[in-house]
């Protein structure tokens, strides 16, 4: 069995340098977690959700499935209902190309652990109905092939 490594990106990891040298040392798996970075000692709004889709678009082309884990339904941890901006912040983010969400308050702490997951479920069910033809080609071109194509 091959113990597999998964990284977690925030503020000090999410460069391209540091995420090339991290995947020539063999990580498996990257993690993007910026929910606990208050947004002003990180970098610029635009800056930020700039730099995790280029993540993901990156690890999607090295072939290494991408996490994400940003308080996906943070209005949970206290309230049975999501509101539509996290709705939509799951959408755009299942849209960048991501392989996973990852809920924790929402999970370990939240006032409906099963409704949170339920409505995770929802939101990924009306993402692949309506909204999988919309990826990129890139994105879903295995690397081999693109790096063939050259």
Known sequence: MKVQILCTLGPSSLRPD???RLDE???DLF???LSHTPLEAVAPAIELIHG???VVRQANRWNRPV???TNLLESMVTSRRATVAEADDIANTLMDGVHG???AAETAIGVD???????VLRVVAAFERWNMSSLLEEDRTP???VVAAR
Do not use: Q
């Open 18 to 20: 540091v995420i090339r």
């Open 101 to 103: 969400l990852v809920l």
């Open 52 to 54: 995790c889709s280029t």
């Open 143 to 145: 690397l081999a092939s």
């Open 31 to 33: 993690r993007v977690n």
């Open 25 to 27: 040392r063999g990580v």
């Open 67 to 69: 996490f994400v884990a």
């Open 113 to 119: 652990p099963v409704g949170t997951v339920d409505m």
